[in-house]
């Protein structure tokens, strides 16, 4: 295929949503591609598993309404029609109750707080949805700012329980630009004819992008898929400005690197180029991350009306339980209903290392105490997945730390959720960076 990168040889170094639309639109220039994969299934953190025969995600995925580069990709793939709204329904878990959070009015009847905090608490969010220019929210962490502006009781019962499920013994370190963007990004998907939020699903899950986008890479005889093939090193050889890749002891020579991996994976890959650029390498070192478990089962019989639930129980042992079914319906799944248990956790936590048997028992056991009319013995079918890096702590001054996309290597570039600040992760923006680095290499090298 002739096009601007065309004799070009380009490694990409992860198979996730940002590594695949790389290497979608670097195979359409023409450019030859190879796809390097640790685990052996792509699609990072939206990777497809199926529960009852049906196509789902490992981890619970949607869209919002402003995701405009997944929805040109999505245009770009033909699988526009693929694409549903459906009206969102929110709950908060508080005092071994459940309460509706969808709309103002719900906040009011939030008996919780008292009546005036109840208010102050809908004025901060309103001032928030606002806010234009995040950069003043940079320097202050979420909870300061949040107990300076929403008080102590409206802080201590919604933001901190929900701050500390996100980030661990970092909740107190998160910058208030990281809470804005989440908020922001909540109310611009809201509808006025559905009345609230509404969320987009893909018919067949978010596998059926991936599988397009594979197929696609595949169409143009360019490419190569290289599974359960994690990277040992890279080595730069000035001569004739090419990159050795280290793989399975052998040296491969590429043009152009492309890393999509976390910053502590990309800070091993790199570590022959530390002494000629300690700066960046104290970047990547600063960035914290945190691991993710997720428990997905299907029941015969309904848990929940609601589609997310926050949980801010003290101690809680997951921070989000979420109906997929309550949000899409039942018809895919044969009548049945399907949820979804996750949290955020730090490498050495339990519930990464302890048998998927012991993780179902403890927190179903906690769903049983919200929802005392579930049976586990309703539950048809149960898988556990566990992700290392799913989440980078967003701190105060964080801007600073977010490394460059040219890395110490010439010719090896890095791109991944780092870089997206203050926004938060998710496929919108790991599809709008691959679209970039195409166009970066592009730029480069044709």
């Given at each position: 295929?002739?096009?601007?990168?065309?004799?070009?040889?380009?490694?990409?170094?992860?198979?996730?949503?940002?590594?695949?639309?790389?290497?979608?639109?670097?195979?359409?220039?023409?450019?030859?591609?190879?796809?390097?994969?640790?685990?052996?299934?792509?699609?990072g953190?939206?990777?497809?598993?199926?529960?009852?025969?049906?196509?789902?995600?490992?981890?619970?995925?949607?869209?919002?309404?402003?995701?405009?580069?997944?929805?040109?990709?999505?245009?770009?793939?033909?699988?526009?029609?693929?694409?549903?709204?459906?009206?969102?329904?929110?709950?908060?878990?508080?005092?071994?109750?459940?309460?509706?959070?969808?709309?103002?009015?719900?906040?009011?009847?939030?008996?919780?707080?008292?009546?005036?905090?109840?208010?102050?608490?809908?004025?901060?969010?309103?001032?928030?949805?606002?806010?234009?220019?995040?950069?003043?929210?940079?320097?202050i962490?979420?909870?300061?700012?949040?107990?300076?502006?929403?008080?102590?009781?409206?802080?201590?019962?919604?933001?901190?329980?929900?701050?500390?499920?996100?980030?661990?013994?970092?909740?107190?370190?998160?910058?208030?630009?990281?809470?804005?963007?989440?908020?922001?990004?909540?109310?611009?998907?809201?509808?006025?004819?559905?009345?609230?939020?509404?969320?987009?699903?893909i018919?067949?899950?978010?596998?059926?992008?991936?599988?397009?986008?594979?197929?696609?890479?595949?169409?143009?005889?360019?490419?190569?898929?290289?599974?359960?093939?994690?990277?040992?090193?890279?080595k730069?050889?000035?001569?004739?400005?090419?990159?050795?890749?280290?793989?399975?002891?052998?040296?491969?020579?590429?043009?152009?690197?492309?890393?999509?991996?976390?910053c502590?994976?990309?800070?091993?890959?790199?570590?022959?180029?530390?002494?000629?650029?300690?700066s960046?390498?104290?970047?990547?070192?600063s960035?914290?991350?945190?691991?993710?478990?997720?428990?997905?089962?299907?029941?015969?019989?309904?848990?929940?009306?609601?589609?997310?639930?926050?949980?801010?129980?003290?101690?809680?042992?997951?921070?989000?339980?979420?109906?997929?079914?309550?949000?899409?319906?039942?018809?895919?799944?044969?009548?049945?209903?399907?949820?979804?248990?996750?949290?955020?956790?730090?490498?050495?936590?339990?519930?990464?290392?302890?048998?998927?048997?012991?993780l179902?028992e403890?927190?179903?056991?906690?769903?049983?105490?919200?929802?005392?009319?579930?049976?586990?013995?309703?539950?048809?079918?149960?898988?556990?997945?566990?992700?290392?890096?799913?989440?980078h702590?967003?701190?105060?001054?964080?801007?600073?730390?977010?490394?460059?996309?040219?890395?110490?290597?010439?010719?090896?570039?890095?791109c991944?959720?780092?870089?997206?600040?203050p926004?938060?992760?998710?496929?919108?923006?790991a599809?709008?960076?691959?679209?970039?680095?195409?166009?970066?290499?592009?730029?480069?090298?044709g």
């Open positions: 295929m002739a096009g601007k990168l065309s004799g070009k040889n380009i490694a990409i170094v992860g198979g996730g949503f940002t590594g695949l639309t790389a290497a979608y639109k670097m195979s359409q220039l023409g450019a030859r591609v190879t796809i390097f994969e640790a685990g052996n299934v792509l699609g953190l939206a990777a497809g598993c199926t529960i009852l025969d049906a196509p789902v995600e490992k981890a619970y995925h949607f869209l919002y309404k402003t995701d405009k580069h997944m929805i040109r990709l999505l245009e770009e793939l033909g699988l526009r029609d693929k694409l549903t709204y459906y009206k969102s329904s929110v709950s908060t878990y508080y005092g071994n109750q459940f309460y509706p959070m969808m709309n103002p009015m719900d906040l009011i009847k939030f008996l919780p707080l008292k009546f005036h905090n109840r208010i102050r608490a809908g004025l901060v969010v309103l001032y928030l949805q606002n806010v234009k220019n995040w950069r003043k929210l940079a320097k962490s979420a909870m300061e700012w949040l107990t300076k502006f929403a008080g102590k009781q409206v802080t201590d019962v919604i933001w901190e329980p929900l701050l500390r499920g996100k980030f661990d013994i970092y909740f107190d370190k998160v910058t208030m630009a990281w809470l804005w963007g989440r908020i922001k990004q909540r109310v611009d998907s809201r509808d006025k004819k559905a009345k609230g939020e509404v969320l987009g699903y018919d067949g899950g978010f596998a059926t992008i991936i599988k397009e986008l594979i197929k696609k890479i595949e169409e143009t005889g360019l490419a190569k898929f290289e599974l359960n093939t994690p990277i040992n090193m890279i730069h050889y000035s001569k004739n400005d090419t990159v050795k890749v280290t793989v399975n002891n052998k040296d491969l020579t590429f043009d152009g690197v492309l890393l999509t991996v976390s502590k994976v990309a800070e091993k890959i790199l570590q022959n180029f530390k002494n000629s650029n300690a960046y390498f104290q970047k990547l070192e960035i914290k991350y945190l691991d993710a478990a997720i428990l997905l089962f299907a029941t015969d019989k309904p848990i929940t009306k609601y589609y997310w639930h926050n949980i801010n129980a003290p101690n809680s042992p997951f921070v989000v339980f979420l109906s997929l079914t309550s949000l899409i319906g039942c018809d895919r799944f044969k009548g049945k209903h399907i949820y979804y248990i996750g949290d955020y956790i730090l490498s050495d936590h339990p519930h990464m290392n302890i048998s998927k048997e012991d179902e403890n927190w179903f056991k906690s769903l049983q105490k919200m929802f005392p009319d579930f049976d586990p013995t309703s539950v048809l079918e149960k898988k556990v997945y566990r992700f290392k890096d799913a989440q702590i967003v701190d105060v001054g964080f801007e600073d730390k977010i490394p460059e996309y040219q890395t110490p290597c010439p010719e090896v570039y890095l991944n959720f780092s870089q997206i600040y926004m938060d992760r998710g496929t919108n923006y599809v709008r960076d691959g679209f970039r680095m195409a166009e970066l290499f592009e730029k480069r090298y």
